[in-house]
């Protein structure tokens, strides 16, 4: 049986030592913090450092006004979980026990109550006082931003966040990192909600889903592999053109799927409505003040005739920022020599630099038919540019941009963000692929290039986001473990041995100090960027499925390794979906309708295979060599290849409207169950009308 709850601390503030005033604002915190009804402590050893909990009759009033779903001791009609409410508390599984909110739903419930508090004309005096800047910032539409926003805001935090809790933490991490523990069910992606929440669950539980799909194309793949004669390459291989409408077809159907496994994790969390939550008002969001004609309250608003302005300016920064990239990736083709002085019909190659160029030749340092570790250096200096300009150019550019154009949400400025950054970071990874494909037309060399980006991307993973970070977790453990040892030797005094033990919350700050954010963004984005290799250049490299299969099963556990002991928790999520990327999975679905139909028809001699008569050879000399085209169009078949190709395009594309009408999108127990909700509510609904009437009819 449960515990009873009798009050945790779940969110940690660290206030900035520096700043002269720091003590004032401390105090301001801590008595405004108590007035809310909140627990507070503070270190005894760094007083900057604040804990706060709450009550469990603060965290079930605050659930009662979210319309948190629990489950309920007799359900009605099979409806296991309904809205809590204070005044059938006793209705509910395990109320009043530490066992009744799971530890995401108390520190999401922690971070609610601390947004509705919002800052004062004390606070801004305090800071008038000591900063003027802080103050004047903070001054500006206050009323529309919580304390904590404020805070840090003005430079006054650190940080603030919910604590991490060590035995649900560390047990959720060795379960995550046992054998096949994702393939065995979704009961480790439950967890997950239930002490990280549900928009890190939803990630780890889409990474499942879709390694384990990709089984499907990965069996296929290694097949024909195994059954490709001798000789035969994806130039002009039959069978590929096969296994490339096939895997179209799955990523048509991988995506449907996500989407009703999307639709039963958002039931069986309750968030379904998570849409209809209030989204609160950024705190750099400034306008003119208003009336708002709903609620009557003033209100900030931006005219959208200026942030279009300033969309077309973020455009246009955008097409420099990807002119850069282009730049970057033709120097690299030039130093693999995929780019030579000529193209493939003898004409003058307006991409070819042969400065860069004459370290691939024959007997050169990145020579591709020499030394196998020196011919994969440009793919690896690529990757590495690639990083660097994505991570420290690209992205501060884009949340440069995004925060200029003033959104007024926070949704709004991460749609925005999302946008700019995988523009630019999708266009890194797929610009060097679509030259060789559709201007090189070599499909050879596109193989190439797809390999080496497979292997660099896995060596990278494992090091930089598992082996690096455990590394670096171990040695600061090990350094704060001689310091606090030491300090025990020379300090007997009982707070001393406890620091040594470990369990201060000083301890538990400076770790936290020492992280950084987590950021999902680069976790989705890995994943999407692999499903694009998947589904757009299947026809180039079957293989691609059946390694994602594999490395996939490396990142999740890499995943897992920095998300427990690499990043701080991150601020609890109640999201229904996956949000923007659903919608950029779908993207590239269909337009892996175009690559595929494309490489069959125009880049490889896929086709060629099957209607010869259609084709020619044409052989084409450069100085004393003699070279063979891979194939050209014979005179007048032109316009049945471009025909053959875009019907067999359009046939896809009808085959993935079909199958996208004929699957719904959420399942039928989950629509049967949905249906119940509503009946149930509606019955009460007619029931409390009743009793009213009845209670009317008897005053008169």
Known sequence: MAAPYCGRYEWVISFNEKLPHVNDVLRYCVRRLQAASLLVQQDDADPSLVRVGATLEELEHRAEQIALRKRVIKPELGVETEEFSIENRESFEAVGTTSFFTPAERALLVGDILDEISPDEELITILQKHHSESASRTGQGSEHKSLLEVLKHAGVTDFDGPIHDTAPRFKLFWDMLRPFEFARGTATIHNIRDYYGEGVAYYFGWMRFFTLSLTVPGMLGVALWALTPQGWTVDNNPYVPVFSIAVVLWGFLFVKGWARCSTEYAFLWDTVDSAKTYQQVRPSFYGDERTDPVTGRTVLHYARWKRRCKYGVSVLVTLVMLAVAFAVMVGSLNLQGYIHEKDRFGDDNPFHIPFLYQFSREGAVFDPNGNIVLSLVPVVLHSMVILFLNQFIYRRIAEALS???????????????????????????????????????????????????????????????????????????????????????????????????????????????????????????????????????????????????????????????????????????????????????????????????????????????????????????????????????????????????????????????????????????VRTALQKREYLAHSRYLEMCRQQKLARAKAA
Request: charged residues 20%; proline residues 2%; hydrophobic residues 50%.
């Open 403 to 669: 925060e200029w154009e003033n959104h007024r949400t926070e949704q709004d400025f991460e749609n925005s963000l999302i946008v700019k950054r995988f523009l630019f970071e999708a266009f890194d990874c797929y610009i060097a692929l679509f030259y060789l494909a559709f201007y090189e037309c070599d499909v050879i060399r596109l193989r190439s290039e797809l390999q080496a980006l497979y292997m660099t991307d896995t060596v990278r993973r494992v090091l930089l986001e598992t082996a690096l970070p455990t590394a670096l977790h171990v040695f600061s453990h090990r350094q704060a473990q001689k310091k606090a040892a030491a300090a025990a030797k020379k300090d007997k005094d009982i707070k001393s041995t406890k620091a040594s033990l470990g369990v201060t919350l000083q301890e538990v700050a400076d770790n936290d100090r020492e992280m950084d954010m987590y950021e999902q963004f680069d976790d989705y984005l890995e994943m999407v960027i692999e499903f694009g290799y998947v589904t757009m250049f299947a026809s180039a490299f079957p293989m691609a499925a059946a390694i994602s299969v594999l490395a996939n099963s490396i990142e999740m556990r890499s995943d897992s390794v920095k998300l427990a002991i690499g990043f701080r928790r991150p601020r609890i999520a109640r999201v229904g979906s996956m949000g923007a990327w659903e919608s950029i999975l779908r993207a590239q679905v269909w337009l892996a309708v175009l690559t595929n139909v494309f490489i069959f028809g125009f880049t490889s001699e896929q086709m060629m295979q099957y209607l010869p008569e259609f084709f020619e050879r044409v052989y084409l000399t450069h100085g004393q060599a003699v070279a063979i085209a891979e194939q050209t169009v014979a005179e007048g078949a032109g316009r049945y290849v471009v025909a053959i190709v875009f019907l067999l395009e359009h046939v896809l594309i009808l085959v993935g409207i079909g199958l996208d009408a004929a699957i719904h999108t959420v399942p039928k127990w």
